[in-house]
């Protein structure tokens, strides 16, 4: 915002011009091609879906019309002419404005603070002109921009709203949304794209980058599909507009993944005869805090044998569920029993020896410790135990041989058990922390979102590998936000909303639709259908 | 205990209050701009130091004392320049420079003094003051409160500007947002680096003012180590006061009054220890701490370097 | 403020291929900033117009190749050492305990107090076991306020230490001064423990038996953190509290254990010099140690037998520029100028080494 009462420096394009582009483009980072020769435009006027998986290189094309990176060969085009954006400035001054994936605003800022930060320190926040231009982006786009509320103690999704009043508080002609609608209900979504329609409709260049399929085809006039840092393809306007949901679907997978099969793979989910009880939970509560939403009454059973998941909006109280189970978090009320013994009251230590096991949803900051080698953190959560230590000594070649162990059997790639686990990829550590998990006597195992952020091959990998320890005995509580992987892998599917667990649904593979309907409604509040138990 | 309430008493601890208290008002507004910035800043007890090393050498040759403040203001700046190199630009970890830059402060003032006037210590002359015409006549308070040097008022006057602009202009939210989260500060077209340059900088200049105050009006000399930890305290000071200069007002004016309580009770006749006396404040603080200890929150990024687009 | 990033270059798993590359990354970030910091420090005696090769040459004559003066070298290395002991525990469980130097006075003074009054009641061994358990665990008692607000309210330690720290020293004044006042003298000081009695010489020198139990503490701390379990769980608090808590450890009360271990070290510092070397505590003693082992533990990475080492040639910097300060006419605190270059090109060598790095990758 360099001066709210002037619009941006440069001109608005035309409809249908060219806002701005990449010219091959390319941009590396240490050990990886992000980006590669990648060329684009962007028209005013259109809603632009930059589609790709993770790593495809999406966030970095963000970062680079952002101003945060630039590229190492190729350049950025404004207006047709070549430019350069050194700076998040230069980018907001060339009237491009970027929403992030993570909100980019300052928690113990007002919404209003947050609104003129970035202005001239020495000013004065023109407060009169900032609440009439909010009041007419309430009418005109339904945003509610609450000035006076403290940002943190706003919901994601009314925090993402104010990202977008504040784009459009700047004038500008290239909006950017980078995976907006990964904290939003499918409603909240839907009104999202509703918005980038009349925002493409004034004339602005919206970029929407998703992984999700459905929402590229109902969301955007053009889909651009990037694979592994290339540019993979597109399907223009006239086309899209051609296309059934379906024919756009098999399409863009076409170009996502180079052949014509279906990344959907069929529910192939064999039968398994259900066992015993081995996790209950009962009536658990915990305390909640000023960011987060407390546990409210929760109660599940897990059978051996079986995989039960959970679904719901990320923040609904499912890293509660797994903590309080995990022994990590404080409970007020309720009970934890593991094999019909009660565990509420004891250590994380403890139940972990008894069988417990967490796989962590953060694997940097919660589940290694980035600086330690390999081999230490292996044995992170058994520091003390034996065989590893005798006496509190380490015994440095237990440990590493059984390092080395777990990184043949879990084939993770790395030069070595000595190097730090902070130099190994998402996928390597996300292996190597699972097969800490796996190690030693476990009946049941939690997991947080256990492919959040690997690619393809990977999450293939570990979708495998927990329907195998399902199949070996074990009781497993999927903690999941993707519903389709939720409806490949579970045999129940409990969902949660605002902290409690709304409803418990039978996966019939049968009618995978009817379940995804069900499973969906219950995420974003509404009443339980028929297909509750 | 009525000896300890006789207008001797009374005056000569308003007075110690405010010499006392001055330089850690100025130390801790300095202080403060460069936390709220998120740069904690270790080294403004060398910047103090090497402050009231060059503020007294200034004043001394140009026999100005007001030169002296300036010369002041330019030793603690060219402390802090070095710990802006450092700490902002490269990225360099803030307590360890900040030591260093106070070690070496400590060190170099001494070997400066010591090349230039071997064991003398030459005196300034005694400082002209601003007496408020009618206030300087009140009794007991009034030559304490209202006849002091110009420099106080103006310290007075800029807790009420810093005040003013932290609320009412752009600075304060610029310079939370940057010590809070300041990759939302850089894409909203901020400039986080040179914030926190400018921050340090201005605590630089601030402790310097502070330690030449010290040394040119509190003292008239200048002693190798003679700010004694006043950075410190203003750093302290600045932790407690949230983010308001009133509450380091207040504060430097209670830690000023305590550490000039001795003095005032030898003027009243009495015997107390000054190490106990000297206690008193670090005592209150540690009370405070432990009955609010909640309410002592820190910049979130507080210490830690910014690196654009670093993932 | 994390100390996690300069954990991240502690210790570097040993691989035999590599050698030669970090005896390269040795020299860089350990030897560059020595040499340049006494590069640069001879380049400001130049400015005062002395001779920094005389200077540097009669420092080095005095504090190492003199008899008398490697003696005197060697017994100020033993609360230098305790101090680095502490800091090592601390430094590596992720906490700056910044109070050492007041925990260090109180050990001294609670030493001094003690020590006296067992003075031919028990034996003396025993006295001087007793002069060391109460130093420690006074030095420990001083921490136990940060320790809480850091490990249940999250209170920064670094602004509670500092607090303690200037609370402690003023508090070891008033205690010599209106409590353990030795009513023999006209100067405020303790009682003064005999030469014969306290810890006893090694061979026919006047170094102090405490050099030794000092040169165990580090190797002691050195051995614990980075080759037991207790170790790796304060080394893990340290580097990431939430994996700490994730793998089921205790980081409150390994806070504390580390705070209780750190300022008890230093309580063992201040009985050291006490009952090794002063004999008694006079008002107004404060030699201030603890901000300078700071950057030597630094400069060591944490390192025990490293820390050793760099407090050897520190010990010799103070007992040469002593004399140097008489002789040569340069004040002692010219070692604090050249311990503050040291800091600053060792944050700058870091600095290098990680530019360099992320070019390599």
């Known amino acids: 915002m360099r001066d709210l009462a002037r619009t941006s420096d440069a001109a608005p394009p035309e409809m249908g011009a060219e806002a701005v582009g990449l010219v091959n483009v390319t941009k590396r980072f ?365 015994r440095p070649s237990r440990i590493a041989a059984h390092a080395q162990d777990l990184i043949r059997r879990f084939s993770v790639r790395t030069p070595g058990e000595t190097t730090p686990i902070g130099h190994l990829s998402g996928g390597n550590i996300q292996k190597l922390l699972l097969g ?98 | 205990m009525d000896a300890l309430l006789t207008a001797a008493f009374v005056s000569s601890l308003l007075t110690g209050a405010i010499v006392a208290g001055i330089p850690l008002l100025l130390a801790g507004l300095g202080e403060q701009m460069s936390e709220k910035a998120g740069v904690l800043n270790i080294g403004i007890e060398g910047m103090m130091l090497f402050g009231a090393y060059l503020g007294f050498l200034t004043a001394w040759s140009t026999e100005s004392i007001w030169m002296g403040f300036l010369g002041g203001v330019g030793g603690g700046m060219l402390v802090a320049a070095l710990m802006a190199l450092l700490c902002v630009r490269l990225g360099l970890n803030q307590i360890v420079i900040g030591i260093g830059l106070t070690l070496g402060a400590e060190g170099l003032t001494s070997l400066l003094h010591h090349f230039q006037f071997s064991r003398t210590y030459p005196r300034l002359p005694s400082p002209d003051r601003l007496d408020l015409p009618i206030l300087t006549d009140l009794p007991v308070i009034g030559p304490s409160l209202f006849g002091r040097h110009p420099l106080v008022y103006l310290a007075l006057a800029l807790v009420i500007v810093l005040a003013w602009a932290y609320r009412h202009s752009n600075l304060g939210l610029t310079l939370r947002a940057a010590g809070e989260k300041p990759a939302a500060l850089d894409v909203a077209g901020g400039h986080v680096t040179l914030l926190r340059t400018v921050a340090v900088l201005f605590t630089g200049a601030m402790a310097g003012l502070g330690g030449a105050y010290m040394a040119n009006v509190g003292a008239g000399l200048f002693i190798p180590f003679m700010t004694g930890g006043a950075g410190f305290i203003g750093i302290v000071l600045a932790m407690l006061a949230r983010g308001r200069p009133v509450w380091v007002l207040l504060g430097a004016l209670i830690f000023g009054a305590a550490l000039s309580l001795t003095t005032a009770l030898q003027v009243a006749g009495s015997n107390v220890p000054t190490d106990v006396i000297q206690m008193l404040p670090f005592a209150a603080v540690m009370l405070v701490l432990v009955v609010w200890s909640r309410k002592a929150r820190l910049p979130a990024a507080l210490g830690q370097p910014y690196e654009r687009g670093a993932r | ?159 509670t230490t500092l607090m303690m720290t200037f609370l402690g020293i003023s508090l070891a004044n008033v205690l010599v001064k209106l409590v353990f006042l030795d009513p023999g003298t006209t100067v405020p000081q303790t009682r003064t423990i005999p030469v014969a009695d306290r810890l006893p010489r090694l061979f026919d020198s006047t170094i102090s038996s405490g050099l030794i139990w000092a040169v165990a503490a580090v190797l002691l701390v050195h051995l614990v953190m980075t080759r037991t379990a207790l170790g790796l769980k304060l080394r893990t608090v340290g580097a990431n509290p939430h994996a700490a808590a994730h793998a089921g450890l205790s980081v409150p009360r390994l806070t504390v254990l580390v705070f209780a271990a750190s300022a008890g070290f230093a309580g063992l510092a201040g009985a050291s010099e006490l009952l090794g070397v002063n004999g008694n505590v006079r008002a107004d003693w404060n030699p201030a140690y603890g901000l300078m082992v700071i950057p030597l533990v630094f400069l060591a990475r944490f390192h025990g037998v490293g820390s050793i080492v760099f407090i050897f040639f520190y010990s010799a910097l103070l007992i040469g520029s002593e004399s140097a300060a008489r002789r040569v006419g340069v004040p002692q605190d010219f070692t604090l100028v050249l311990v503050a270059t040291l800091l600053i090109f060792l944050g700058l060598a870091e600095w290098l080494d990680k530019r360099r790095r992320k070019e390599r990758a």
């Open chain 1, 436 to 533: 800490r998990e796996l190690s030693g006597l476990s009946k049941v195992v939690v997991f947080n979102k256990p492919t959040y952020g690997l690619d393809m091959q990977n999450i293939t990998a570990s979708r495998q590998r927990i329907r195998e320890i399902a199949e070996g005995g074990m009781a497993v509580l999927l903690i999941s936000t993707d519903l389709d992987e939720l409806l490949e892998l579970a045999d129940r599917i409990a969902v949660m909303d605002r902290g409690r667990i709304c409803g418990v649904l039978a996966n019939d593979a049968a009618r995978p639709a009817e379940v995804r309907t069900a499973v969906g409604r219950l995420m974003v509040g509404e009443a339980p259908s028929g297909a509750a138990e």
């Open chain 1, 30 to 394: 240490p050990g990886v091609v992000a980006v590669d020769d990648v060329s684009l435009r962007i028209r005013s006027g259109e809603v632009h879906v930059l589609l790709g998986e993770n790593g495809a290189g999406k966030s970095t094309i963000v970062g680079m019309l952002a101003g945060l990176q630039r590229p190492d060969e190729g350049h950025i085009s404004i207006g047709g002419a070549p430019a350069r954006l050194n700076s998040p400035l230069e980018s907001l001054a060339a009237g491009i404005n970027t929403v992030f994936q993570h909100v980019m605003l300052v928690p113990t800022l007002t919404v209003f603070e947050n609104l003129v930060l970035g202005d001239a320190w020495w000013h004065r926040p023109p407060r009169a002109l900032i609440e009439r231009r909010i009041g007419e982006l309430r009418r005109d786009f339904g945003l509610e921009v609450p000035l006076d509320a403290i940002t943190g103690d706003l919901s994601l999704g009314q925090q993402q709203q104010i990202e977008i009043a504040r784009a459009l508080l700047r004038d500008s002609h290239v909006l950017i949304l980078d995976e907006a609608t990964s904290m939003l209900t499918p409603r909240g979504a839907d009104e999202l794209g509703e918005r980038m329609r009349r925002l493409a409709e004034r004339g602005l260049a919206v970029v929407f980058i998703t992984h999700k399929l459905s929402e590229a085809y109902r969301f955007g006039d053009r889909i651009s599909v990037l694979r592994q840092g290339r540019f993979a393809g597109e399907i223009a306007p006239d086309a899209l507009a051609a296309m059934s949901e379906n024919a756009a679907v098999d399409e863009m997978l076409h170009l996502m993944f180079g052949s014509s099969e279906s990344a959907v793979t069929e529910l192939a989910r064999p039968a398994r005869p259900r066992g015993a009880s081995v996790l209950k939970v009962s009536g658990l509560s915990t305390a909640g805090g000023p960011e987060e939403m407390p546990l409210t009454d929760a109660s599940l059973e897990v059978f051996a044998s079986e995989i039960l998941g959970i679904a719901g909006i990320d923040g609904n109280g499912q890293k509660q569920l797994a903590e309080a189970i995990a022994g990590q978090r404080p409970v007020t009320t309720g009970s934890v029993t593991l094999e019909g013994r009660d565990v509420t009251g004891e250590s994380v230590g403890r139940r972990r020896a008894l069988g417990l096991r967490y796989l962590t949803d953060d694997r940097l900051m919660e589940g290694s410790v980035g600086a330690f080698p390999v081999s230490e953190n292996t044995v992170l959560k058994e520091i003390g135990a034996p065989p590893f230590w005798s006496y509190g000594l380490e």
């Open chain 3, 1 to 159: 403020m994390s100390l996690s990033e300069a954990q991240a270059d502690v210790a570097p798993p040993e691989v035999p291929g590599r050698r030669n590359a970090q005896l390269g990354r040795f020299a860089v970030l350990t030897l560059g900033p020595v040499v340049a910091a006494v590069f640069t420090s001879a380049l400001i005696l130049l400015a005062f117009g002395v001779n920094p090769v005389t200077y540097y040459g009669f420092v080095v004559q005095r504090g190492l190749f003199s008899g008398l003066g490697l003696e005197q070298t060697l017994t100020r290395m033993a609360p230098l050492l305790f101090l680095a002991a502490g800091l090592i525990v601390s430094f590596r469980a992720g906490i700056w305990n910044l109070g050492v130097d007041g925990q260090f006075l109180l050990g001294a003074v609670a030493a001094a107090a003690l020590a006296p009054a067992l003075l031919g009641v028990v034996p003396g061994w025993l006295m001087l076991l007793a002069g060391f358990a109460v130093a420690g665990l006074v030095g420990a008692v001083w921490s136990v306020l940060p320790a809480l607000l850091r490990a249940y309210q999250g209170v920064n330690e670094i602004i």
